[in-house]
């Protein structure tokens, strides 16, 4: 039975295929069979952890989203996939060692504090709006951290040649946060009898929308602006880790279907 028990043997494979798969695609190119190898190795990784997530679901009898350590797991899992796509699609070679080193830490810290709880689920999270509201959510958080990554690495080397992956990225990204928004206006109203309470992760999730609807803005505008670009999908991106994880240290999630516990 797949459980948290034997949690790091798949930790241990993915974290394998994913170091080696990240080595080698920094010595290939787009023809070579390094990246033929790299790609079906990272593959294997992507599917040892959708194994564990499919396998503990089933443990557990009800989706793996109730606690932080569970919603890790679709993040590092969902930013492998995002990063595997960033290769295919623009070939750029350093993208799965960035991927790869933070899914790996996410695994990790899922390893030391694997977050144990019971099997039941409380009544607000009993919801048809629960599932698709958590994994488009962790999408858009994927598709999102992918356009971080790529504006550092960007800002780092002064290159501009990255601005059009970043622009597809957060139009996409963005897209997600905008239909999970709307899917947890729906649920809130469900649970809480009000479409949006105002609560410190709605604050940030609004603070954060608005953040990349400016860089899309900014890009249509001042497309010539490319360090100032860069700089604010940094600062999105910092805005973003406020509203899935830094809000948790507010009183007023205490009461919130936000507090993940």
């Not at 609807?213 to 001042?222: A, D, E, G, T, V």
Request: charged share 10%; with cysteine; aromatic share 18%.
């Amino acid at each position: 039975m797949i459980n948290w028990d034997n949690f790091y043997i798949f930790v241990i494979i993915t974290i394998l295929c994913w170091g080696v798969a990240s080595l080698f695609s920094l010595f290939s190119n787009s023809l070579n069979r390094r990246k033929n190898f790299a790609v079906c190795l990272y593959i294997i990784g992507i599917i040892a952890m959708a194994t564990f997530i499919i396998g503990l679901g089933l443990y557990l009898k009800r989706p793996p989203m109730r606690t932080m350590g569970e919603i890790r797991l679709w993040y590092a899992f969902l930013l492998g996939i995002v990063g595997l796509i960033i290769y295919l699609r623009w070939n750029f070679s350093w993208i799965l060692l960035f991927t790869s080193v933070l899914s790996s830490v996410f695994l990790i810290i899922n390893l030391i504090r694997p977050e144990l709880h019971n099997q039941t689920l409380m009544p607000a999270l009993q919801s048809i709006w629960f599932v698709p509201h958590v994994i488009i959510y962790m999408s858009s958080y994927a598709l999102l951290g992918g356009s971080f990554f790529i504006a550092l690495y960007g800002l780092m080397k002064k290159n501009t040649n990255y601005l059009h992956a970043c622009d597809q990225l957060v139009i996409a990204g963005t897209a997600f946060f905008t239909l999970a928004m709307l899917i947890g206006s729906l649920w809130a109203k469900a649970a809480w009898g009000h479409y949006w309470t105002w609560d410190a992760k709605e604050l940030w999730a609004a603070i954060t929308w608005m953040m990349y609807l400016f860089y899309l803005h900014f890009r249509n505008f001042k497309s010539k602006s490319n360090k100032t670009s860069y700089v604010i999908l940094i600062i999105a991106f910092i805005a973003l880790q406020m509203c899935w994880y830094g809000v948790n240290i507010f009183p007023s999630l205490k009461e919130s279907l936000h507090s993940y516990i």
